[in-house]
């Protein structure tokens, strides 16, 4: 039987909330979205997939009053980039995060052992970047900013530890990056206890108490004053790689991703 004009009427006020709310929400995060190295604009709809954030990280009110901490096992002005591997490796891994981004999940779940392997083996020296304007660019939050507290709690530990506690963040990740599980500092205490020795009580106190917060800070601008698009972002020797599988959160397969270091190096 066909739906008369006014049955009709509810239907199309209900569809007409719905595209304000998607419009609203489409402004309010105003980004850019990196699928597999291809740029797409697609705004609030981009669900699980590192944003670009178009304007600077905020001033960060949990690391007001506190000193500038350097986690050790740190390099670079102020820290901000965090090594693994070999110190005179000839090649250079550099890989750019966001604890928020399923898409860097993706690519820590599937090459992340790889990675480690060919850094121990001196293929390459990785130096990790971390980004946090995930917490901002979905409407508030902390779960990156204290994702990265915590790594560098970790690094401070040891370069070890630091690269075991990445691989269990990422392998517990939340589905969806608006889920801000990393914010809880609890959560970053239990899933510690998956590296062993890595619960020391110097690392429990950072953690709890925020130490590096002022060290995020300077991590997380870094993003922006490199000019950076978007995460995960994975280059060796300057050239970058295309590491997301384009199927999903998925990263390419390890075989590829030594074919692709292998046809980059010095």
């Known amino acids: 039987m066909a739906t008369s004009k006014k049955d009709q009427r509810p239907e199309a006020r209900t569809r007409m909330r719905e595209e304000r709310e998607a419009r ?37 009110d949990e690391a007001a009053g506190k000193p500038f901490v350097q986690p050790a096992n740190t390099t670079g002005k102020d820290g901000i980039v965090i090594p693994y591997g070999k110190a005179d490796a000839k090649n250079v891994l550099s890989v750019w995060l966001d604890p928020r981004c399923p898409y860097c999940a993706g690519v820590e779940i599937g090459l992340g052992k790889t990675i480690k392997e060919q850094a121990d083996a001196g293929t390459y020296r990785v130096e990790y970047h971390f980004a946090t304007f995930l917490d901002k660019a979905l409407g508030g939050g902390k779960g990156s900013k204290r994702a990265v507290n915590a790594l560098g709690a970790a690094a401070n530990e040891s370069p070890e530890k630091f690269m075991a506690y990445l691989q269990v963040l990422y392998k517990n990740h939340p589905e969806k990056e608006a889920d801000d599980k990393f914010g809880s500092t609890a959560t970053l205490l239990e899933l510690a206890d998956q590296v062993p020795g890595l619960r020391t009580p110097a690392f429990n106190k950072a953690v709890k108490e925020l130490t590096y917060m002022p060290w995020v800070e300077k991590v997380g601008q870094a993003f922006y004053d490199q000019d950076m698009q ?21 990263s390419i397969t390890p075989d590829a991703f030594e074919k692709l270091i292998t046809e980059n190096l010095r």
């Open 24 to 60: 609203a929400r489409r402004e309010k995060l105003r980004g850019r979205v990196l699928i597999g190295g291809a740029l797409v604009a697609v705004l609030a709809l981009a669900v699980g997939i590192g944003l670009y954030a178009a304007n600077s990280s905020d001033s960060g």
């Open 230 to 250: 978007g995460t995960p972002d994975v280059s060796i020797n300057g050239k970058k790689l295309t590491v997301n599988s384009g199927q999903g959160i998925d």
